[in-house]
T-cell receptor
Framework: DTGVSQDPRHKITKRGQNVTFRCDPI?????LYWYRQTLGQGPEFLTY????????KSRLLSDRFSAERPKGSFSTLEIQRTEQGDSAMYLC?????????????FGEGSRLTVL | DAKTTQPPSMDCAEGRAANLPCNHS???????VYWYRQIHSQGPQYIIH???NNETNEMASLIITEDRKSSTLILPHATLRDTAVYYC??????????????FGKGITLSVRP
């Protein structure tokens, strides 16, 4: 399968613990995006990388959140000191392009439940 | 703050055309109209996009009004598998712009047997 891969698909954790999600984009896609989705809402943009550079971060991305894409390939999203409000689906997407074109290909998401 | 307005839900009969409306009255000249859909428990999936001309692909047709203030996504022969949330999104199209998508709540399409 050459689609966007996310791991783990499901994560249950206790409040205060740290969690990390991994995203493997489609090979050769230079852009990678993280979104968060809560029940009944559309996906909300969190952050965006072009190659290894993090070009934009949403105000939703508090200091407890950090994302990296060290070699311009896979990316990780870490949440420190999780809170119940962090419970959501975390979606990763990738695309290829130089301009604002290029469709985004989404992974199946990583569902986080904070107890 | 999404730039599009969609009704919350609609339904249609299997085998019939599903016409999904979207208003984007503040669209700029350099913004494209994109449609994505999200089937339950999956990530969003690209359907189609256009600037001002009508577009058609193997999944759907996109009809954009002449003033570009609204559009309609047409699924010509809806099946049960088309039951999903459909998002209408406007997105700038010039080189160098941030290519992120801003989703609203979308419209839930229910296809009934």
């Amino acid at each position: 399968d050459t689609g966007v891969s996310q791991d783990p698909r499901h994560k249950i954790t206790k409040r205060g613990q740290n969690v990390t999600f991994r995203c493997d984009p489609i090979s050769e896609h230079n852009r990678l995006y993280w979104y968060r989705q809560t029940l009944g809402q559309g996906p909300e943009f969190l952050t965006y990388f072009q190659n290894e550079a993090q070009l934009e971060k949403s105000r939703l991305l508090s200091d407890r959140f950090s994302a990296e894409r060290p070699k311009g390939s896979f990316s990780t999203l870490e949440i420190q000191r999780t809170e119940q409000g962090d419970s959501a689906m975390y979606l990763c997407a990738s695309s290829y392009g130089q301009g604002a074109d290029g469709e985004l290909f989404f992974g199946e998401g990583s569902r986080l439940t904070v107890l | 703050d999404a730039k599009t307005t969609q009704p919350p839900s609609m339904d249609c009969a299997e085998g019939r055309a599903a016409n999904l409306p979207c208003n984007h009255s503040t669209i700029s000249g350099n913004e494209y109209v994109y449609w994505y859909r999200q089937i339950h428990s999956q990530g969003p999936q690209y359907i189609i996009h256009g600037l001002k001309n009508n577009e058609t692909n193997e999944m759907a047709s996109l009809i954009i009004t002449e003033d570009r203030k609204s559009s309609t996504l047409i699924l010509p022969h809806a099946t049960l598998r088309d039951t999903a949330v459909y998002y209408c999104i406007v997105r700038v199209g010039y080189t160098g712009a941030n290519s992120k998508l801003t989703f609203g709540k979308g419209i839930t399409l229910s296809v009934r047997p």
